[in-house]
């Protein structure tokens, strides 16, 4: 049911993302007619109205229509959902459901740059990742420069006019205001209306939009809280972030009850939607973050304590350290646990895990959404060895490798889960080969920022596997059959783990149960090796930036990357908010440090 409900949404959602693409060629054009219009100005030395006059006609025609087409508010005005009068789509249940709740799942994934919250390119995903010591994508000759976006983003030289980082904001932006007007749907449709399904699926559009709030204030810290589809942008207002944290935690803790408890990674009529554990597993990640999230300037060197943050739980006070210990045991009670193999998760249909809490549904017949880092990361022959595509790119750096303890006697037993290394082979056994005839074999310390004209241009770094290779996979791979994990279970016993080190407990035993699964030697849960822990069992899921920052090590130097000037106070810790998007509304002030 749920599977044909989203393929004929995914119609709407190719609609809009066409008409996406409209807008901004739209913009594009009133860029070049503000340009003109500017040096008219200059030429003409005139009011405006005269300048305006002064053009050409038809610069004027094309001002006029570009105009009418776009806004400038834009970010805050989208409505796919407007092929058919509100009347005529929200008659009954089925209607609100289909056009108010369901149609929001078609943004979770994506199919092209900036958009879903992982599988795609310069968006969420890559913000989180290929600026932390995790993961590289090298300058390979005239390869993955592109203009220097790559090594920017590596060396947290990113500068104030990013598109991608615009791109995000407005990403997670769209998907608030689509979520804002559903509310607003379903509130007048229980007007008139009793039926028992209705709070929870209110609840189900504000767990979403509490989670792309989410996302926004870990990446923007100090964003607009925007709770209306129809404001104007003069009223539309900068929040700290601490009032931000506060908004989403409080607005999650309200949905919690009222959602189903049902695994909602698994095949059924819940399948990729929002249910009651992956709002808890938010929860959780908010309290564990909470040292960061409630600092409204994170460039004094100076956090709260966790320990005197206070969260009210079912009418207890807690610490943020304790909230954190009790979300997390709320989803082993809603039945989480490990999978007895670590790689059942990422396999091809991985659908019957009993570890991953929120996935984003694939099927490259049903939906549009793509994965494209294994896509990105495989070396052209290697990919076409499956009969596949490759780009070539992304790499484990140095630090990964040291963390995995790659070619030593105590090497993780999940490097080799996650990471392609040494000689390559086909899915038969075959060895692969290059061009020339010679052994592909990737050389995994050989990366670096930029290894132009060097002997290991083309096969520099250990890369991506962890997810299985679907041979059936279409669209060069990246439509594949492998549900993309964004919570698993793993992650909230280490959550677990950590927090009860943070307020003076023993960790042990959350620690070793997930280094246990893959007969990794016991550790003692030390904050220097749960974080450690972290990028072991979390390697390629995009969880590495908020690591290193909540462990107060996103800004130091590491290999090819030394520590840019004043970065020591933490200002690339947040990601400045884009310049467009402040020229549109004045009332955002520019996060600190930019």
């Known amino acids: 049911m749920m599977k044909k409900q989203l393929k004929n949404i995914e119609q709407f959602s190719e609609v809009t993302e066409q008409r996406s693409k409209k807008m901004e060629q739209c913009s594009k054009k009133i860029e070049q007619c503000s340009k003109e219009i500017e040096q008219c100005s200059k030429r003409m030395k005139q009011p405006l109205i005269t300048r305006i006059t002064g053009l050409t006609r038809i610069t004027g025609l094309i001002l006029i229509m570009c105009m009418t087409l776009f806004s400038c508010d834009k970010f805050l005005e989208e409505n796919p959902k407007d092929k058919l009068p509100a009347g005529d789509v929200y008659n009954k249940l089925s209607d609100v459901y289909l ?51 790559w090594q920017g983003l590596y060396l947290h030289d990113w500068g104030i006019e990013n598109d991608a980082i615009q791109a995000t904001w407005e990403y997670l932006y769209k998907v608030v205001m689509l979520s804002n007007k559903s509310l607003e749907i379903i509130d007048k449709f229980s007007e008139t209306h009793s039926d028992a399904e209705l709070p929870a699926y209110r609840a189900e559009v504000q767990a979403m939009r509490a989670m792309y709030y989410y996302y926004l204030m870990d990446l923007f810290a100090r964003i607009p809280l925007v709770q209306s589809s129809s404001v104007a942008m003069k009223d539309v207002l ?27 990674n698994q095949s059924g009529p819940y399948y990729g939607r929002i249910t009651r554990p992956v709002v808890t597993f938010l929860l959780a990640k908010l309290a564990l973050n909470a040292e960061v999230y409630t600092d409204n300037d994170w460039t004094d060197t100076q956090r709260p304590d966790g320990k005197n943050i206070k969260f009210t739980v079912n009418g207890t006070e807690l610490n943020a350290w304790e909230t954190t210990i009790y979300y997390c045991d709320q989803l082993k009670s809603l039945g989480y646990k490990l999978e007895p193999k670590y ?56 630090e990964a490798l040291e963390t995995f303890e790659y070619e030593k006697s105590t090497q993780d037993p999940r490097f080799d889960i996650c990471y392609f290394a ?173």
């Open 422 to 594: 040494g000689i390559v082979r086909d899915l038969k056994g075959n060895v692969i080969k290059l061009d020339d005839g010679t052994v592909l074999e990737y050389l995994p310390w050989d990366v670096k920022l930029d290894i132009t004209d060097t002997p290991y241009e083309q096969t520099a770094g250990a890369r991506m596997k962890k997810y299985e290779v679907d041979p059936t996979a279409t669209k060069d791979g990246k439509l594949m059959e492998n549900d993309i994990v964004l919570f698993r279970y793993a992650d909230a016993l280490l959550m677990k783990s950590e927090a009860k080190v943070r307020n003076g407990e023993n960790g042990d035993n959350e620690l070793n149960e997930v280094r246990n699964r893959v007969n990794a030697a016991p550790r003692s849960a030390t904050l220097e090796n749960i974080l450690a822990e972290r990028q072991l069992e979390l390697a390629w899921e995009g969880w590495r930036r908020q690591d290193l920052i909540r462990f107060g090590k996103f800004t130091r130097a590491y290999s090819s990357r030394p520590q840019l000037p004043d970065e020591a106070s933490g200002y690339t810790t947040v990601f400045p908010i884009p310049e467009k998007i402040r020229v549109m509304n004045t009332n955002l002030k520019q996060n600190p440090g930019y």
């Open 238 to 264: 900068q929040s700290d972030r601490k009032t931000v944290f506060e908004f989403i935690f409080r607005e999650l803790q309200e949905a919690e009850p009222l959602l189903s408890d049902v695994h909602s």
């Open 99 to 149: 056009n108010a709740v369901a149609s929001l799942y078609t943004y979770v994934g994506g199919y092209s740059d900036s958009q879903g919250l992982q599988g795609t390119g310069r968006g969420v995903y890559d913000l989180n990742t290929f600026t932390t010591d995790e993961a590289i994508i090298p300058t390979r000759g005239g390869d993955w420069y592109d203009g220097g976006f």
């Open 343 to 398: 790689e059942t998760n990422f396999s091809v249909f991985n659908e019957p895990s009993i570890e991953n809490i929120f996935t984003i549904p694939m099927n490259k017949t049903l939906y549009t959404n793509q994965m494209q880092y294994l896509f990105r990361s495989r070396h052209y022959n290697h990919a076409k060895a499956y009969g596949l595509s490759g780009e070539n790119g992304p790499s484990a750096t140095i």
